[in-house]
């Protein structure tokens, strides 16, 4: 079975700084795709940033982008420039193409003003 | 991205009594449907799988009896919390899936809190 490890219950940043959240997993596939999902107090699920397995290049999205370490099993995300819209609970969440999400416990991120 | 929404995002009840919650896809098919349960500061956690038309598939230590799952057409599914508990209040999510792309991206709902009286 496949398993997600967020080992940062907790993180914060000051706004306009840079902070990487961890996200190890654990599968005997050789295939799967990555994602973080963020969760705002609004509690709505949104889609941050996803990476293919298969796919060597780090995946990028505006302020978003992801260190991924396949032969660790290691999927960070890094938020530059950090504005007070991020704080939120982020999930790390892995799939294979046949099966359902598995997500991490999550890192509630605070970025103080 | 795509729309999925729930109704409602709301509901108190008296306990003994059965809610139901609806989740809509409002501009694809789903041919699979997702119920999550999330406790304040927790992961979700997955109730049970549906496929339109077909019967449930429910996660182990989910009890289908008091959670009724309905996926009676491709972008309505329904949850039916029966006889409902104290211990059942929570936040409850649902997702959508098309079954398109390599991966059959899930699109959330914004979620239904129920607390049970």
């Known amino acids: 079975a496949q398993t997600v490890t967020q080992s940062q219950p907790e993180m914060s940043v000051q706004e306009a700084e840079t902070v990487t959240l961890s996200c190890t997993y654990d599968t005997s596939e050789s295939n799967y795709y990555l994602f973080w999902y963020k969760q705002p107090p609004s509690r709505q699920m949104i889609l941050v940033i996803r990476q293919e397995a298969y796919k060597q290049q780090n995946a990028t999205e505006n302020r978003f982008s992801v260190n991924f370490q396949k032969a660790a099993k290691s999927f960070s995300l890094k938020i530059s420039d950090s504005q007070l819209g991020d704080t939120a609970m982020y999930f790390c969440?892995?799939?294979?193409?046949?099966?359902?999400?598995?997500f991490g416990e999550g890192t509630q991120l605070t970025v103080n003003p | 991205g795509a729309v999925v929404s729930q109704h409602p995002s709301r509901v108190i009840c008296k306990s003994g009594t059965s809610v139901k919650i609806e989740c809509r896809s409002l501009d694809f098919q789903a041919t699979t449907m997702f119920w999550y349960r999330q406790f304040p500061k927790k992961s979700l956690m997955l109730m049970a799988t549906?496929?339109?038309?077909?019967?449930?598939?429910?996660e182990q230590g989910v009890e289908k009896d008091k959670f009724l799952i309905n996926h009676a057409s491709l972008t309505l599914s329904t949850l039916t919390v029966t006889s409902a508990h104290p211990e059942d209040s929570s936040f409850y999510i649902c997702s959508g899936g098309s079954g398109r792309g390599s991966y059959n991206e899930q699109f959330f709902g914004p979620g239904t809190r129920l607390t049970v009286l």
């Open positions: 969440a892995f799939k294979t193409s046949g099966s359902r999400l598995t």
């Open positions: 549906s496929n339109e038309g077909s019967k449930a598939t429910y």
